[in-house]
């Protein structure tokens, strides 16, 4: 079992930057590929980023390549997304996954969520 609890999240202004974190409980942390995840309002949740167990290979949604970074501390259980260069269509509720797969069809575990906002 694992639990997923983002932080971080917040009102920014455009050009601006946010730190989200997703802090995971259980011993199994390092055998997930972690993803981060977004659902603005009145849209279906979307994929942000993704990370491999090992920390090892990234991948980016087109959005936010070259402004999103995605990390993970196997040592410390906790994910991370660094947002820079906000926009105000990042606004959602950004959410942090887990999966053993990797390929994210349906993750095994998800957080509740942590809310984002972007003023212009």
């Known amino acids: 079992q694992v639990q997923l609890v983002e932080s971080g999240g917040g009102l920014v202004q455009a050009g601006g930057s946010l730190r989200l974190s997703c802090a995971a409980s259980?011993?199994?942390?390092?055998?997930?590929?972690m993803g981060w995840f977004r659902q603005a309002p009145g849209k279906e949740r979307e994929f942000v980023a993704i990370?491999?167990?090992?920390?090892?290979?990234?991948y980016y949604a087109d959005s936010v390549k070259g402004r999103f970074t995605i990390s993970r501390d196997n040592a410390q259980n906790t994910v991370y997304l660094q947002m820079n260069s906000l926009k105000p269509e990042d606004t959602a509720v950004y959410y942090c996954?887990?999966?053993?797969?990797?390929?994210?069809?349906?993750?095994?575990?998800w957080g509740q969520g942590t809310q984002v906002t972007v003023s212009s």
């Open positions: 990370i491999a167990w090992s920390g090892g290979a990234t």
């Open positions: 259980g011993r199994t942390f390092s055998s997930y590929h």
């Open positions: 996954a887990a999966d053993f797969e990797g390929d994210f069809i349906e993750a095994d575990y």
